[in-house]
T-cell receptor, first 113, second 109 residues
Framework: NAGVTQTPKFRVLKTGQSMTLLCAQDMNHEYMYWYRQDPGMGLRLIHYSVGEGTTAKGEVPDGYNVSRLKKQNFLLGLESAAPSQTSVYFC????????????FGPGTRLTVL | EDKVVQSPLSLVVHEGDTVTLNCSYEVTNFRSLLWYKQEKKAPTFLFMLTSSGIEKKSGRLSSILDKKELFSILNITATQTGDSAVYLCTQGSNYKLTFGKGTLLTVNP
């Protein structure tokens, strides 16, 4: 099992460009999450999904969109990147309702110039 | 809104010292309190606590939860340089985790 994987690992964007971050898990987990981590801010939830075809907003959703067309994949999109979105992005998954233990991907370091 | 506060925010100790990391939380629909260790990569799971007063232990690390006073502590005994990391406390409820800002632990040889 690869666990939770994220693509790409690093990316540099210019202001206004768009991109999609891909999270994939091969553990058949129901729930998936996108976080951003900034210095001194801890991990903040952007969006999450409780199953295929469903998504919900987290703590800091503005400027991001997500989709969960397949159970194993959770995509995070930035339509018009801004320097404030420079961050490290982590994807996580958890197997089922009642399980709070989340398994994290390796992260994507995004810089917006 | 749910809130998780960790203290101290950073800590520097010498190898062999014992450290205690603190976590307080204010939350509705509490289900669990989790600790993660984060080195220069993804957080890795340490403990999940759901019952008050029951200590979880793994080697030199241990943790306990007090649901009445809404806090948890993470103890690390006989610290080693490999314990240097950010330790994240997080509370689980409503299918989500709310994270504290973390405690940066530096263990010097």
């Amino acid at each position: 099992n690869a666990g939770v994987t994220q693509t790409p690992k690093f990316r540099v964007l210019k202001t206004g460009q768009s991109m999609t971050l891909l999270c994939a898990q091969d553990m058949n987990h129901e729930y998936m999450y996108w976080y951003r981590q900034d210095p001194g801010m801890g991990l903040r939830l952007i969006h999450y999904s409780v199953g295929e075809g469903t998504t919900a907003k987290g703590e800091v959703p503005d400027g991001y969109n997500v989709s969960r067309l397949k159970k194993q994949n959770f995509l995070l999109g930035l339509e018009s990147a801004a320097p404030s979105q420079t961050s490290v992005y982590f994807c996580a998954s958890t197997p089922f309702l009642g399980s709070d233990t989340q398994y994290f991907g390796p992260g994507t370091r995004l810089t917006v110039l | 809104e749910d809130k998780v506060v960790q203290s101290p925010l950073s800590l520097v100790v010498h190898e062999g010292d014992t450290v205690t990391l603190n976590c307080s939380y204010e939350v509705t629909n509490f289900r669990s309190l989790l600790w993660y260790k984060q080195e220069k990569k993804a957080p890795t799971f340490l403990f999940m606590l759901t019952s008050s007063g029951i200590e979880k232990k793994s080697g030199r690390l241990s943790s306990i939860l007090d649901k009445k006073e809404l806090f948890s502590i993470l103890n690390i005994t006989a610290t080693q340089t490999g314990d240097s990391a950010v330790y994240l406390c997080t509370q689980g409820s409503n299918y989500k985790l709310t994270f504290g800002k973390g405690t940066l632990l530096t263990v010097n040889p």
